[in-house]
């Protein structure tokens, strides 16, 4: 889904909680085009404010900026979305070799 599908969620009422993984890039295809291109094009992001983004389409937003917020944060996320509200976590994380040699599409 995309981010916009959130105004469905609020409308309907969905308790649907979102888990993001903020490495600020489109790191898997980043990799491939730094070993096949030897440069990156637009693949580097900014640590958007997804949480901010959420809150705008009227769900509940939540930063994470380190691993021992997360039981809290989710604990919160789903006392919020079993009220019929949707959840975005927005967990800003450093990019990693998870998925490396996978194929991007």
Same mark, same amino acid.
Not at 57 to 77: D, M, N, S, W, Y
């Given at each position: 889904?995309?981010?916009?599908?959130?105004?469905?969620?609020?409308?309907?009422?969905?308790?649907?909680?979102?888990?993001?993984?903020?490495?600020?890039?489109? /790191?898997?295809?980043?990799? !491939?085009?730094? *070993? +096949?291109?030897?440069?990156?094009? #637009?693949? /580097?992001?900014?640590?958007? !404010?997804?949480? *901010? +983004?959420?809150?705008?389409?009227? #769900?509940?937003?939540?930063?994470?900026?380190?691993?021992?917020?997360?039981?809290?944060?989710?604990?919160?996320?789903?006392?919020?979305?079993?009220?019929?509200?949707?959840?975005?976590?927005?967990?800003?994380?450093?990019?990693?070799?998870?998925?490396?040699?996978?194929?991007?599409?």
């Amino acid at each position: 889904f995309s981010l916009a599908e959130l105004d469905t969620f609020v409308r309907h009422k969905m308790g649907v909680i979102c888990i993001i993984g903020n490495d600020a890039g489109w /790191t898997q295809i980043l990799r !491939d085009q730094a *070993t +096949v291109l030897s440069r990156s094009t #637009a693949c /580097t992001l900014a640590h958007t !404010d997804y949480h *901010t +983004v959420a809150e705008g389409f009227g #769900a509940k937003g939540f930063r994470v900026t380190a691993r021992h917020e997360i039981p809290a944060v989710l604990q919160e996320a789903v006392v919020v979305a079993r009220g019929g509200r949707p959840c975005v976590v927005n967990c800003l994380i450093a990019r990693n070799d998870f998925r490396e040699g996978s194929i991007s599409v």
